[in-house]
């Protein structure tokens, strides 16, 4: 299985930019997949996630601005980020959590920069 993220970019405060990731190989037993962030100096945080009954979770400092959405058509997820902030500026990674026989396992994308500037 692998996960490649793309859509990153540059932009200026208060625009946005759409991220994709797309998977390829079958994920078994999935649970919810993601988008999470590491700005510089920062430890990895999440953004948000969705479920695969379609339950959406988003971190508080970016509710009313980003959609997570997926397309199982196309093994694609998305992230739409509107109102982007210099705060913002980090590398996104997508995440897929499955089931394991005990306990959960994760697949991580390989990031992709995104970078507001004020």
């Known amino acids: 299985v692998q996960l490649q993220a793309s859509g990153g970019g540059l932009v200026q405060a208060g625009g946005s930019l759409r991220l994709s990731c797309a998977t390829s190989g079958s994920i078994f037993r999935l649970s919810s997949m993601g988008w999470y962030r590491q700005a510089p100096g920062k430890q990895r945080e999440l953004v948000a996630t969705i479920t695969t009954g379609g339950v959406t979770n988003y971190a508080d400092s970016v509710k009313g601005r980003f959609t997570i959405s997926r397309d199982s058509a196309k093994n694609t997820m998305y992230l739409q980020m509107n109102r982007l902030k210099p705060e913002d500026t980090a590398v996104y990674y997508c995440?897929?959590?499955?089931?394991?026989?005990?306990?959960?396992?994760?697949?991580w994308g390989q990031g992709t920069l995104v970078t507001v500037s004020s």
């Open positions: 995440n897929a959590r499955y089931y394991k026989d005990y306990g959960l396992g994760d697949y």
